[in-house]
């Protein structure tokens, strides 16, 4: 069933394929719709008992014995974790790449360098200028 609007107001709508009603040859409309305000009332009144904090244990416990819970299900759920937990104790992560180094202070990713750095200028080092080689500018004196 499906929340559906009809002529302006709320009704739940069952859709029934003829090829099932067919098959199983079960006599059903192919449509049904039902207005929400004639079931609600009802399904308040049940839910207000099945939860009373009087019936609560009574309502799980019929709520637990309506689940399917067969031995072979179990059975095969346990090994399929034993299976999962296998192949995550030979696991092993991906050796982590080596850090990028930023070749500017912002850190912006057009400022990022991936691969080996330039050596750097001995001669601006021994100034105190921090230079690299290759990088230096053109219009910059020596002091």
Not at 4 to 27: D, I, M, S
Not at 79 to 87: F, H, I, P, Q, Y
Not at 111 to 124: E, N, V
Request: aromatic share 6%; glycine share 6%; net charge positive.
């Amino acid at each position: 069933m499906q929340g559906n609007w009809n002529h302006g107001l709320p009704h739940y709508r069952c859709r029934f394929p003829n090829e099932y009603a067919l098959a199983n040859r079960v006599p059903h409309p192919r449509t049904v719709y039902l207005r929400e305000a004639q079931v609600v009332p009802a399904l308040d009144r049940w839910l207000a008992t099945s939860f009373n904090p009087s019936n609560i244990e009574r309502t799980l416990d019929d709520l637990t014995a309506g689940q399917a819970d067969s031995d072979a299900d179990n059975a095969a759920e346990a090994r399929v974790l034993a299976e999962c937990n296998r192949k995550l104790a030979r696991y092993e992560p991906p050796s982590k790449p080596a850090p990028t180094r930023r070749s500017s202070a912002s850190g912006s990713p057009k400022s990022r360098r991936s691969g080996p750095w330039p050596k750097p200028d001995s001669a601006s080092e021994a100034r105190g200028e921090g230079g690299w080689a290759g990088n230096r500018s053109s219009t910059s004196s020596p002091r």
